[in-house]
């Protein structure tokens, strides 16, 4: 597949999650596409019973090479498959009991035979046996039990809270990184001159969004200095990578990457990087009710845009950050969540009013974003819909 992939290094302005479909990690599972192979015995003597060969056929049969297995003969089972060549990327195609596609894409960690599936929503834990596992969340909610079949791939199931999701995977070869699912605070790329960093394919129909190991520039440069975002070249430093603010005329600065929020300094939020399993950039945090002037508030003519970063467990939740915004008012018409002034959030194509249990909708219910985007009213905050 890897030879209809087409490459792109993701840079640019990381956008506001009110947009974005969410990549629903419950969505994500995934039906086998390689087979053991079988034998069959040969045709029975007319002089035998049948499924038996006579002394005479048996004979000739060995002399010929031919297979002298009986009838009844069992498939061959599956090698065990070694537990580190498990991990890498793997293309996911599904359907879901609630109608729905899987994700198209997922990261799959070995730490000895205890494998990690990785997504930017979740993880789940648990360990190989032969070429069986079954793997759970923190939480203990839900579960992943999947085979491999081959070393190109296999079949899982995840089950879920009201959700049972089936899908085939595929292992991912990138057409121009290395080290594909690479950790982009770790490093650690096999090639001294490369970087991991997210990175973006279309494979098909879909986008591939993950991390990979991408060479470096000839003059990378440091934390939050200018730098040129432009596809395919790294001028950033290892462990940083160059993003637009979204500010007028900014050609990006170099951002540190992030997989948990306690990657990035105080004050600041590891904010998912599109639908990349374990790959964010830290940006300042602020709180979306704050007038102008507050700790926590924008400077003007940025508004504070709901979106995705990622806990102390690295795990989907909604958290908010400064974006230079058009200033649209609560019932506005919107195109993105930086068409919307701070407070509210484009919903529908609509400024809609940011809510919270000490923040009531003036009209109209708090509802929650939802798992992936974040926690439920109560634990987080919401829009007035």
Known sequence: MTDRFSLTVLVGLLGACGQATPPAAAT??????????THT?????????????????????????????????????PKPIACADRAGGYLVDGKCSSGGASIP????LAKGCELTWQTDFRNWTGPLVGNDYTLVNAAKTDKIVGKFESAAGGAYTYEGPGLTCNATMERFESSF?????????????????????????SAGPANIVTTGCV???????????????????????AGLMCIKDGTK???GHCK???????????????????????GGVCFPSCSPFDAVGAAAACSVGQACMPLAVSDAAAERVMGA????????????????GANCENGAVCIAKLCAPLCDDAHPCKSGLCTGFGPPNGPDVGKGFGYCK
């Open 256 to 278: 540190k990457l992030c997989v948990a929020a306690g990657d990035c300094p105080a004050g600041q939020a590891c904010t998912i990087a599109s639908t990349a399993p374990k």
């Open 28 to 37: 994500d599972s995934a039906t086998v596409t390689d087979t053991a192979s």
């Open 249 to 251: 005329g900014d050609g």
């Open 177 to 201: 990184a290395t080290d594909v699912c690479c950790n982009v605070v770790a490093q650690g790329c096999a090639d001294a001159g490369s970087a991991c960093v997210p990175i973006q394919e």
């Open 215 to 237: 060479p470096l520039g000839d003059a990378p440069t440091t934390v939050d200095a200018p730098c040129n975002a432009t596809p395919g070249a790294l001028t950033c430093k």
């Open 105 to 108: 894409f997922a990261c799959m």
């Open 41 to 77: 015995a040969p045709g029975a003597a007319d002089t035998g019973k049948v499924g038996e060969t006579t002394a005479t056929d048996a004979a000739t049969d060995s002399a010929a090479g031919k297979d002298t297995a009986t009838a009844d003969a069992k498939p061959d089972a």
């Open 321 to 336: 950050r400064c974006v230079p915004t058009e200033g649209g008012k609560a019932g506005d018409s919107c195109g993105a």
